[in-house]
């Protein structure tokens, strides 16, 4: 018998950790262990960019409801935080068709027996029967990246499978479902994803078979490490799997969805 249990929550972040390192997903989706190395140069920097692009994600929603948020944009004093809000001004994603936005929108579907959840940036319903994804991009990766990602399966597949809940309706074809991706440092190179049919049965079979894989592992030690260690050298973890000491300084911020998590399993 497996340690996940029945309705267990898993998101796009959980599922591309286990991908890259299953021990790193027990570690910090199951285990929810606090990182055990002290902080450093490094780790310092990698904490100000989350807080960054938290903050950035804040912004832009302020400034959907309508607030004025210039002034805190200037108050920061953050130049980084200030270019990428002048872009978000300047070079708003365009192409989305016209229709009623929900900002910071969560939803989730039956997966088997746990469930598959994401947290939209924002979801756009148009007025032509379109869904679309709006997701601000203000990690380190390259634009063009993007698409072939965890993200873009698990937001697809559940929009689709729980877009009647926006629409009041039947449910949306996975042609009526696209992906925005715009990126805060690079506004001119913004990545689109067209869903379809064949995608949502490809999403279908690598969601379920990838959670089915986690289900089957019943202790600590089956969840593998990864054999690449240059991610090691990334990791907040690797103390616990005796690689390392210090806080990893290159490993990928997880996604915004995963920045409130809810509580695990207990140790």
Request: hydrophobic share 40%; proline share 6%.
């Amino acid at each position: 018998m497996g340690l996940l249990p029945a309705g267990y929550r898993f998101s796009q972040g959980s599922l591309a950790t286990s991908e890259r390192c299953q021990r790193r997903f027990y570690l910090r989706y199951l285990r929810r262990l606090s990182w055990p190395a002290a902080a450093d140069a490094a780790g310092l920097a990698k904490e100000q960019g989350s807080v960054r692009g938290r903050l950035f994600h804040h912004l832009v929603h302020q400034h959907v409801l309508g607030l004025r948020v210039d002034e805190q944009v200037a108050a920061n004093g953050d130049p980084v935080l200030a270019e990428w809000w002048a872009n978000y001004l300047k070079n708003p994603p365009r192409g989305v068709p016209a229709g009623k936005a929900f900002p910071e929108l969560e939803l989730w579907v039956p997966l088997g027996p746990w469930r598959l959840t994401a947290r939209f940036d924002r979801v756009v319903a148009g007025e032509d029967g379109r869904l679309c994804i709006v997701d601000w991009k203000t990690g380190r990766g390259e634009p063009a990246a993007y698409l072939d990602t965890w993200q873009t399966l698990v937001y697809c597949f559940v929009l689709c499978e729980a877009g009647s809940l926006i629409t009041g309706g039947a449910s949306p074809t996975p042609a009526q479902v696209s992906l925005c991706y715009w990126p805060a440092a690079f506004p001119d190179q913004v990545q689109w994803y067209q869903y379809d049919q064949a995608s949502h049965a490809r999403a279908r079979e690598k969601l379920l078979g990838a959670v089915e894989v986690l289900a089957g592992l019943a202790s600590r030690e089956a969840f593998a490490q990864t054999a690449e260690i240059q991610h090691c050298l990334s990791c907040e973890y690797r103390s616990y799997c005796a690689r390392g000491a210090g806080v990893g300084a290159g490993w990928e911020e997880e996604e915004e969805e995963d920045w409130g998590l809810e509580p695990g399993l207990e140790p």
